[in-house]
């Protein structure tokens, strides 16, 4: 199924240098798809073109390896994987090279939701369909892209100011909290959804106070930097809501290291979004009190949506996974044994 241009060159060498870094020798099946550095038969795979945003979380590293395991020469893909390190412009580039390459199927994963029209619009023209994972883009058309599939980010939100509420009342705690938020990138769907699913709670809470909101990226160097200026510039933060795990780690870092604490017996109420591994055990370990669960395992979803396309059938436009969340009044140490990410 795969095109011409990238299979020829690209795909041989590529396999022929993993085949080298493995020791691989003799005669290539599908499975091992070489016969002395040359691909047997590049008509066998479909070529994905994958641009992922970054590296910048546990939880995009557990989505990248969703992708890596599931459209794998065995499987019967030859996946094109390019790091963007969250700038788009890299993934501009990316998908620019994909369509040069004449794959079979790009899947965007896009660090923001606007900016995408012209590349898509090129996409279109050369035939390529587009899934678009994760976050969303923003586009005038559609028609641009093929389907997306991801989190409901906006109702990860909800859930999270809903907890609060319930919480704090559980607690006979007033109605009267001031409130911190370390987001995500702005302007990604992510931030945009989780941002806008909590304000909708907080708005209807007129003792809960946004002292403030800033950007930590996604990431636990920033997460720890915002909530480090967070503590210098207010004394009275009684709840951290944080966009991401990682940030979590670093906002927690900060305010353990500035002589505050929080989690379930501290003073301050952490919330966050994705429940990795690490934070749940950060949970078990009282550090943390809520976590709203953001599924990365999208590999498997893409590889369906493709055969289904293969076969000519039509696939949703939007499609959202299932999501839960967990909090320190749950059996953590009992669902740490089962966590997949
Ligand atoms: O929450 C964060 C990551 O887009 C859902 O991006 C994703 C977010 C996730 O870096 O950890």
Request: aromatic share 10%; proline share 2%; with cysteine.
């Amino acid at each position: 199924m795969a095109r011409k241009f990238v299979c020829a060159f690209c795909v041989s060498l590529l396999f022929a240098i993993a085949a080298a870094g493995c020791g691989i020798s003799g005669r290539f099946t599908k499975e091992e798809p070489l016969h002395n550095g040359i691909l047997q038969d590049d008509n066998d795979f479909i070529v994905v073109g994958y641009s992922q945003i970054g590296s910048e979380s546990d939880w995009r590293s557990a989505n990248t390896q969703s992708f890596k395991e599931t459209l794998t020469p065995q499987n019967g893909y030859y996946l094109l994987y390019e790091d963007a390190q969250q700038k788009q412009e890299n993934q501009l580039k990316s998908v620019r090279n994909f369509i040069l390459q004449e794959v079979d199927y790009i899947v965007l994963d896009p660090v923001v939701e606007s900016g995408w029209d012209t590349v898509l619009a090129e996409a279109k023209d050369a035939g390529i369909p587009v899934i678009i994972v994760d976050r969303q883009v923003v586009v005038e058309d559609d028609s641009l892209y093929t389907c997306w599939v991801g989190s409901n980010f906006q109702k990860q939100g909800e859930r999270a100011g809903e907890w609060l509420a319930a919480y704090l009342e559980s607690q006979g705690r007033p109605d009267n909290v001031n409130i911190v938020t370390v987001q995500g990138t702005v302007g990604s769907t992510a931030q945009i959804g989780r941002t806008k699913g909590f304000r909708k709670v907080l708005s209807k809470h007129r003792g809960w106070k946004m002292l403030d909101s800033q950007s930590g990226e996604f990431t636990q160097a920033k997460g720890q930097e915002v909530m480090k200026y967070f503590l210098d510039t207010y004394d009275d933060i009684d709840v951290v809501v944080s966009e991401n795990d990682n940030m979590t780690f670093g906002a927690v870092e900060a305010i353990e290291a500035s002589g505050k604490t929080c989690g379930p017996d501290g003073e301050m109420i952490v919330i966050s979004f994705d429940a990795v591994q690490t934070a749940l055990q950060f949970m078990a370990d009282g550090r943390i009190n809520a976590d709203f669960e953001c599924n990365p395992l999208l590999g498997p979803l893409v590889r369906d949506i493709i055969e289904r396309l293969q076969k000519g059938e039509t696939v949703e436009k939007y499609q959202f996974v299932e999501e839960q969340y967990f909090d320190s009044s749950m059996d953590l140490e009992e669902i740490l044994k089962n966590r997949v990410y």
